[in-house]
């Protein structure tokens, strides 16, 4: 599928400022939402933006803030570290 969209001269050239392709960061700017917003999987955006890899895809996804750690992931990962450093503390009372 083919979508144009119409964008005025002057604000396209500040919606490319990085000397992006206009059309493709159109393209990125709708893949990563789609992806935030989970209608897209990680495969399926690298497919989009023919990425080449999980490891190329990660990347492109810090750049563009997008972080799959949720407030659940955190919660679980600090119970883990508690029960760790309480397993730590009654191996060795110095540490």
């Not at 803030?65 to 407030?71: A, G, I, L």
């Amino acid at each position: 599928m083919q979508v144009c969209i119409e964008v005025p001269d002057d604000l396209a050239v500040l919606l490319a400022s990085t000397g992006h392709d206009l059309g493709r960061v159109a393209l990125e700017a709708l893949g990563v939402e789609a992806y935030r917003q989970r209608r897209l999987s990680a495969y399926q955006l690298r497919k989009l933006l023919g990425i080449g890899s999980r490891w190329e895809m990660d990347t492109f996804l810090k750049e563009h803030e997008v972080y799959d750690y949720t407030v659940e992931e955190f919660e679980k990962d600090w119970a883990n570290l508690r029960e760790l450093r309480a397993k730590r503390d009654a191996d060795d009372p110095a540490a």
